[in-house]
């Protein structure tokens, strides 16, 4: 079982920044693929970045891509998700997705309660 807990939301400007974390319970951190998906009111929860075990993969929605940077540090449990030039239509709840199948995070079996990004234009 892993529990995680997802920070770092808030409400920032169109343009702005922002950095996400998630930590995660448990001493398998560094066994699951890890990553982030996000849900906008009124929509489907969407895939936003993946990353390996190791971290030596990372792979991203074509609406992020170039702009969101998705990393971990497996001492410290702890996946991170770098949003920079943010633009409203990435309102969103943030969650945090473990899973341990080796799939590159297609699939999902633990789920982070979520954290709000408000961005304002």
């Known amino acids: 079982q892993v529990q995680l807990v997802e920070s770092g939301g808030g409400l920032v400007q169109a343009g702005d920044s922002v950095r996400l974390f998630c930590v995660a319970s448990g001493r398998t951190f560094s066994t699951y693929d890890m990553g982030w998906f996000r849900q906008a009111p009124g929509k489907e929860r969407e895939f936003v970045a993946a990353?390996?075990?190791?971290?030596?993969?990372?792979r991203y929605a074509d609406s992020v891509k170039g702009r969101f940077t998705i990393s971990r540090d497996n001492a410290k449990n702890t996946v991170y998700l770098l949003a920079n030039s943010l633009k409203p239509e990435d309102t969103a709840v943030y969650y945090c997705?473990?899973?341990?199948?080796?799939?590159?995070?297609?699939?999902?079996?633990?789920w982070g309660q979520g954290t709000q990004v408000t961005v304002s234009s």
């Open positions: 990353i390996t075990r190791s971290g030596d993969r990372t």
């Open positions: 997705a473990a899973d341990p199948r080796n799939t590159f995070l297609t699939t999902v079996t633990y």
